[in-house]
């Protein structure tokens, strides 16, 4: 398969894919959450209905709470109420109390359910009629003709005797468009027997409950619904354009990604197999191919680039090769210099010592020679065993069960320059041994000594050597001192070749350390703050265990 054409299928691929499935994943959680939504809004709007009419009905409720009051509290009622007394007051009573309490339906009924006192018709007494149980919707009759009314009912006592108030408001257009807070929503009554008016752009999304009373033919039974409907284009409408518009997107994007594609396959595919039959001849025995090109776009910068690296090349292969000879035998040279200067820098010592003695007192020369002898004995060993390691270039480690007290003691012991310096030594007993070179850990120690005496720069001081057993199995050895201390920068560079802060330093010696640590499987960390000294830390792994370096 060509590149151009793999190019034009891998545009394809990675924008449509992802596009699609993204695409399909928004559309259809889109689609849910638009449902969803709506469902919750109708359903939120279905209960502020329901409660709508609950609180009509509980109006409806204190208004004839008040009536009932009233009722009680009126003498010429309880006068009416007795049997054989004039009840004409009591047949006008439900047509003013009606006006006056603003209910658009009152009836007042005795304990055998017969209308006493009628608030639309005043020769309406005796007729039997029924008292509805908590809300309900009531077809009742009046002057202009039958209308439906939303009532409720409470009782009373008079002189003796239960009487019944039903009283309600009508349920009107005007009520119903009360209800309907909504454009979208449409509230209508639908009675027994009935069924909702069907229409293709709308659907029942709820409905209200109550029980119905035909009041007029004077029967009840059955349920009164209260449905909501709300037209269906408008979420229909939004799925629509959600589908049209990710469909247009999807279009539009694959048809821009494949011309894109083409277009940039046809510029790239030819110049590239070019280059890269050159590229492909050249090696590092043969650096005599040429890159030329006129183009001025990136292709011909990459060919000309290629032309000048392969130039670049060819000049400094020769000199790449000096360079690492030299370098290989610079680092060797560099190293043998640091471990010669560290073995002769005790026996220096020891003969200024013979030296000043030989001047003060010639008689107590022999006593201090033998007294320096093992000194002496110790760095020819250690020179020794020097030149017999770098006799075998980089021999490997004499790694044994090595007791580290015992070499922290040994390195103790050749110090030389701490008349100024308050030497402390905590080391803890019963250590697990370290398997290393004791060698190669004489070295560490010594060097680090010898830095942190270094530090204190004549002035008295203190230098710390502990060693202790870590909780991970390892075994630390810590060499601190109150010097000079080191500075942000000075610590990022301490462990660098060549970097020092010492007048006539190598700047080898961290560095030689760190490495000696690291061959050992350890790890080296340094803690230092300017003015109040430094603290070098090295862990090793204890017998029996290994620890990777950091």
């Known amino acids: ?109 005795d304990d055998e359910n017969r209308v006493v006192s009628s608030g639309h018709f005043r020769n309406e007494y005796d007729r039997p009629a029924s008292i509805p149980r908590g809300t309900a919707l009531v077809r009742a009759r009046a002057a202009e003709g039958p209308f439906l009314a939303l009532v409720r009912a409470d009782s009373l006592r008079v002189a003796g005797r239960r009487f019944a108030l039903v009283g309600g408001i009508a349920v009107d257009a005007l009520f119903l468009a009360r209800l309907a807070r909504d454009a979208d929503l449409a509230v209508s009554i639908v009675l027994p027997g009935e069924a909702p008016a069907a229409t293709s752009d709308a659907g029942v999304v709820g409905e209200v409950r109550y029980p119905y009373l035909d009041a007029e033919n004077e029967r009840g039974g059955g349920e009164a619904r209260i449905v909501v409907t709300q037209a269906l284009p408008l979420l229909d409408a939004l799925r629509r354009d959600v589908n049209f518009w990710f469909a247009a997107a999807v279009l539009v994007t694959a048809l821009v990604a494949l011309l894109v594609a083409g277009w940039l396959s046809t510029r790239i595919s030819r110049p590239l197999t070019e280059l890269a039959d050159k590229t492909a001849a050249i090696d590092v025995d043969r650096l005599d191919v040429t890159f030329a090109s006129d183009r001025d776009d990136e292709i011909g910068a990459l060919t000309r680039l290629l032309g000048a690296m392969t130039e670049r090349l060819r000049a400094g292969a020769g000199r790449l090769r000096e360079m690492e000879r030299r370098v290989a035998m610079g680092d060797l040279a560099r190293q043998v210099n640091h471990d010669v200067k560290n073995g002769l820098a005790p026996l220096r010592h020891v003969f200024r010592h013979l030296a000043q003695v030989a001047r003060d007192d010639a008689a107590a020369l022999p006593k201090a020679f033998a007294e320096r002898q093992g000194t002496v004995e110790s760095s020819i060993g250690y020179l020794e065993n020097l030149a017999a390691t770098y006799a075998r270039l980089y021999p490997q480690a004499d790694r044994r069960p090595t007791d580290l007290n015992a070499v922290v003691r040994e390195a103790l012991g050749h110090v030389t320059g701490s008349d100024h310096a308050d030497l402390r030594t905590e080391l803890q007993s019963a250590l697990p041994a370290v398997r290393a070179d004791a060698l190669v850990l004489r070295r560490v120690v010594e060097n680090l000594l010898g830095n942190a005496l270094d530090s204190l720069e004549g002035r008295p001081g203190t230098v710390t050597v502990e060693t202790a057993k870590g909780a991970d199995g390892t075994v630390r050895v810590t060499v601190a001192d109150t010097g000079r201390g080191m500075t942000d920068a000075e610590l990022e560079r301490a462990f660098d070749d060549f970097y020092t802060t010492k007048a006539g330093g190598t700047g080898l010696g961290l560095s030689i350390v760190r490495r000696l640590v690291l061959d050992s499987n350890g790890s080296l960390n340094v803690e230092s703050e300017p003015g109040k000294g430094s603290r070098f830390i090295v862990e090793l792994p204890g017998e029996g265990g290994d620890r990777v370096a950091s």
């Open 1 to 109: 398969m060509t590149f151009r054409t793999r190019l034009l299928a891998g545009t394809g691929i990675v924008v449509l894919v992802p596009l699609a499935v993204f695409g399909l994943g928004i559309r259809r959680e889109m689609a849910r959450r638009l449902t969803a939504e709506h469902e919750r809004r109708v359903a939120s709007l279905v209960a502020v209905i329901g409660a709508d009419v609950a609180r009509e009905s509980d109006g409806i409720a204190s208004r004839l709470a008040a009536l009932k009051a009233a009722l009680a509290a009126d003498n010429r009622v309880r006068v009416a109420a007795q049997p054989g007394a004039d009840r004409v007051y009591m047949l006008d009573y439900a047509g003013d109390a009606m006006r006056l309490a603003g209910l658009d339906f009152l009836q007042i009924l």
